[in-house]
């Protein structure tokens, strides 16, 4: 199989800006062995389609995304005592 060549400056300046809607965001969730329950989910912010196609014809796409990650059911024991805020409201 080939390898595709690198993606260049160039290609992303070729490339086309992609409009998309959400269809469906699911959290992906890990148990830790801690006990801790991580909730993960990958937000999608942008999309672009560049000029290249993989090896086996399919466009290639950019995704600009944002990860959210949540930390639940954390063991007593693991937590810190809440520190005071730095800042004072006005």
Do not use: C
Not at 39 to 66: A, C, E, F, W
Not at 67 to 76: G, Q, W
């Amino acid at each position: 199989m080939a390898t595709p060549s690198p993606i260049t400056p160039e290609d992303l300046a070729q490339s086309e800006d992609i409009d998309f809607e959400e269809k469906e965001e699911h959290w992906n969730v890990y148990k830790l062995k801690d006990g801790t329950t991580l909730k993960i989910k990958l937000i999608l912010v942008g999309i672009k389609r560049l000029r290249k196609h993989g090896p086996d014809g399919t466009p290639l796409y950019m995704i600009n995304s944002q990860n959210v990650v949540r930390a639940v059911d954390i063991p007593r024991e693991l937590m810190a005592k809440p520190k005071e805020a730095t800042f004072k409201p006005v």
